[in-house]
């Protein structure tokens, strides 16, 4: 099972590649906001690193804050 995990509802931008159980990469960006801009290059840059496509993907997991709607609304 491999998991895209992805964080943007707060300040910090957190995307990660789980695969069975263990954390096989992640990105986290401390810079503030533009996660609409930032968010997807992240993605594709792990999936890249770690030779995977999108269709290799079994689940997304996406968190729901606490944080802004906005932010939550962009991870989803």
Do not use: F, W
Not at 5 to 11: E, F, G, K, R, Y
Not at 16 to 38: F, M, T, W, Y
Not at 47 to 53: Q, V
């Amino acid at each position: 099972m491999t998991i895209l995990a992805i964080d943007t509802s707060n300040l910090t931008l957190g995307v990660a590649l789980i695969k069975d159980g263990k954390v096989i990469a992640e990105h986290i960006s401390h810079l503030k906001k533009n996660h609409s801009v930032r968010a997807m290059p992240a993605i594709d840059e792990l999936l890249k690193e770690c030779g995977l496509e999108p269709n290799d993907l079994t689940q997304i997991a996406v968190a729901k804050g606490p944080g802004s709607y906005t932010g939550v609304r962009i991870g989803v």
